[in-house]
């Protein structure tokens, strides 16, 4: 599967951006999607989640109420809706495919493909 990440750019704060995530290969409405973002000299970090059906979502508590996830299995592409967007919210944007929560407490592995990054700026 090749994950095509697209959408980013550079915004205010305050301001909002729509990632996108389009799949190709079967399989896509089989899997948890989600995405990861990377700020310059930091690890890679948990963001949200998605259930195959879209019915479960996740977030990381620093972007709960502001973000949005979500997919659209019939063109095999999943979406984060980011809203008030901060500064500290200024990263590589990566999406991912089949997560697997192996408990209630930490974030998903990874278990397929990642996406190439799109890169979030947020300026004050």
């Known amino acids: 599967v090749q994950l095509q990440a697209s959408g980013g750019g550079l915004v205010q704060a305050g301001d909002s951006l729509r990632l996108s995530c389009a799949a190709s290969?079967?399989?896509?409405?089989?899997?948890?999607m989600g995405w990861f973002r990377q700020a310059p000299g930091k690890g890679r970090e948990f963001v949200s989640a998605i259930s195959w059906n879209g019915y479960s979502q996740y977030y990381a508590d620093s972007v709960k109420g502001r973000f949005t996830i979500s997919r659209d299995n019939a063109k095999n592409t999943v979406y984060l809706q980011m809203n008030s967007l901060k500064p500290e919210d200024t990263a590589v944007y990566y999406c991912?495919?089949?997560?697997?929560?192996?408990?209630?407490?930490?974030?998903?592995?990874?278990?397929?493909?990642w996406g190439q990054g799109t890169q979030v700026t947020v300026s004050s």
């Open positions: 290969g079967p399989h896509f409405s089989d899997y948890y």
């Open positions: 991912a495919e089949n997560l697997i929560y192996y408990n209630d407490y930490d974030p998903p592995t990874v278990k397929g493909s």
